[in-house]
């Protein structure tokens, strides 16, 4: 299965921005199954489409194109850091350069054709008949979502950089007539030894390039970690913090193109609503506007529910600038009149009540052991409990915003995308006019990525909500009717609020039967969650395709994480449901059905946002209804550890972030070669956090003394995400009229190898307050069809003067592949709140957000 990829030199050049007088180097390490030569430029036809390219000027600096979206997570500079260490080049010598979208060129692909008689695991036992296999598969290449960037792409850059350092030391030997076993490479240069000679990487380019040593030997020649300068340290590089302080980052509002005009779109308020009518007049009278012109034809649904990313119905004010615009859009709003759809009887509280009786019957069994309703039946004690989440709203700090041109044909866009490739997709299929069905088949895609040149910007922070391209397929429906103008779409706050991809709203309900000593014996879960699925994949009769369609459409529809509506779909329930991590000896797990009526997308930790905070809260008043320490009880729940049986107790298909559980071991050469390693869901590594934050946090010390004060608590909780664990202690205080102090919390994490230390103790930071906040103040309610929180005074975040003064983050060491570190600290943040405040003697809290029912006060 080789294929050739071509490198098309001179506009590799031309985006980097380094001149003709470079050299490109392609190397790249993963073995073939008909050979073993690592080449440069890919000459012998490796069977990958791609790598992260380095481009070396002829004065010897670099320019690393960096191909994963940022957004503040330092993902940028961390990769490029790893190629860096291998190569042992100086970092004040390497420039970064954003890479557009183009996901085939970064993307890995399968390194061999896989033999009949070798049993992959899932999800890589799929292989495709019509597609090639993918080790990270191009729609995922460039997808800055789920935590995955360094798991799966830091093995790969560690060996394209010792790649380029071995064909440096090999040049280097060569030019001065010495043994390459005697040199070493330093710092952009190559160090001879014995001699002490030496030469920097600029006069090595040349004979670099005709190096090819083997995989073998590259492997062989990476780095050993205490030989690393970057990875795993205190000294990681962070690219774009100078400007980033300072206030010079260029976010995409910040564009200006000669010719520009700025647009905001009058959205209709329901879901799948219609644009009846509206009269342009007033809009046009204020002065600056230029153009107001609908986004759908009129009488055509808008976004919504079973619509991906089609935009909702609107009208947009063309303006010469943002005020203009506002002001535009101000005037014209009085003017429309919407048909709003199917969707108007969407009330969020009367869904609750919908959601409660859903999970008060049995619902599809996800996973089980065991006799549950007979043990349940015969227990000492049962305890039962529903907890609820709402729908939460993303709200970064900066919103949707996106520039897009119209050209001869094509589309040039600038967006802060996470999904460079589906927005790159989507932006092609307004481009050329392709419909939903074309879509479906690979040559349309190929036509509408060849249509679209996609600038990725810097994110002004996401936390999910930009993997969701609407905001850019708007833009280009704008620009595509404005031929040769640029168009800023610009969103506010307000908009963004209101026409998010919304978290999906939740209900759980949880029984379990306890002995005479208080032990679990029996665990029944039921999760009712509105999914993401609902919205990108509805049944093929909700899409209006022929059967013909159906087989693609499935296809689809299981690559992206499966599911079955109106229940979640794999990806959902692989979040904190089938892997509940206790080991309990009966067991039950069930997904009861959610129908949506708003679109509903992802956020930091997605659906392990509600199972945690259920299952979490649930540990807890088990072991207050047992009398035990909620610390020791929760260890006893989790047991001594072990990999979670997930097969052996029903789940056929556990969509493990999208990454294998056991390791990828295939024949090469008469050897057992791994290509990638396992990530099994260990429950040894959950109650090692647990373990740990607990000494950290003094928990054993301060239980006993907090036991002889009035209102002072420490609540725990635990969990996995994103392939990473995290344990989180909070401390609080409570006063006899609910007013709420959160002192300090405390966070460990085991994300394996921690390659950028200063990164993950941010990222637990960042996250921590994140959680904090949505336990806090997090609410989105629905009346008839229309989201009613509008801004940060009625949806509010939490600010600094409300942030505890002290967050500690221990790391755990751990020889373990790198896994994410942005996502997995927020989820244990609300159940560990929630039961600090019970702990310090108030309520028990079912739902969120908490300041429904205390209020909390400026620490």
Known sequence: MNHIVKITRRDFLRAVGVGAGAMVFGYYAFPSASASTLTANLRNGFPVEGVPFVAIKLNGDMVIITHRSEMGQGIRSSLAAVLVDELEADWNRVTLRQADADSRKYAIEFPFEAPSDVKLPFPYEQVAVERKQYLVPPEGSQYTEGSRSMAAYFYPMRLFGAGIRLGMIRAAAGKLGVDPRECHAKKHRVVHAPSGRSIDYRWLLARAQKETPTYDEIEAALKKPTEWRYIGTDS??????????????????????????????????????????????????????????????????????????????????????????????????????????????????????????????????????????????????????????????????????????????????????????????????????????????????????????????????????????????????????????????????????????FSGVSSQYLKAGLDGEGHATALLQRSAFTSFFATFFPPPTMRGLTAERSAAYARARFASGGGQYPYGSAFERAQGLEDMPFDVPNLRIENCPAPSYIRVGCMRSAASIYHAFGICSFADELAVAAGHDSKDYLLDLIGKGRILPLEAEGVEHYNNNSLPMEEVVVPIGGQMVQILPGYPPDTRRLRAVVERVAKDSGWDEKVRKYKGMQGRGLGIAAHRSRLSYVAIVVDVSLDENNKLMINEIYGTIDCGLAVNRDRVVAQMQGGIIYGLSLALFGEITVKDGRVVQNNFDDYPVLRINQTPRKISVHIMASAEPPTGAGEPPTPAVAPALCNAIVAAGGPRIRELPVRNNVTLVIA
């Open 236 to 501: 990681m590089p962070f690219f774009d913090a100078s400007e980033m302080v300072r206030g010079k980052t260029v976010y995409c509002g910040d564009l200006i193109l000669p010719g520009m005009l700025t647009a905001l779109i009058e959205r209709c308020p329901v879901a799948n609503g219609a644009l009846e009518s509206f009269d342009d007049a007033p809009a046009l009278a204020v002065p600056g506007v230029r153009r107001v012109i609908p986004v759908l034809p009129l009488g055509m649904p808008g976004g919504g529910v079973g619509t991906a990313v089609m935009p909702h119905a609107g009208v947009a004010v063309l303006a010469n600038s943002t005020w203009a615009a506002i002001r535009g859009r101000q005037a014209l709003k009085p003017t429309i009149i919407w048909d709003l759809g199917p969707n108007t009887a969407y009330d969020s509280e009367q869904y609750r009540k919908q959601l409660e009786a859903s999970t008060s019957k049995p619902g599809m069994e996800v996973r089980s052991k065991g006799d549950v309703d007979a043990v349940l039946a015969q227990a000492v004690r049962t305890v039962e409990a529903r907890y609820y989440i709402p729908h939460l709203a993303q709200a970064p700090m900066e919103p949707p915003v996106a520039v897009a041109r119209f050209q001869k044909g094509r589309m040039e866009v600038w967006a802060p995308t996470q999904s460079p490739d589906f927005t790159q997709l989507s932006v092609g299929q307004i481009t050329l006019g392709l419909t939903d069905a074309q879509m479906l088949e690979d040559s349309f895609q190929d036509k509408a990525r060849e249509a679209v040149t996609l600038h990725v910007t810097m994110l002004g922070g996401s936390f999910g909500r930009k993997a969701y391209p609407d905001f850019v397929v708007e833009a280009a429906i704008l620009a595509k009717q404005n031929p040769g103008v640029p168009i800023r779409l610009q969103w506010t706050r307000e908009d963004d609020i209101q026409f998010s991809y």
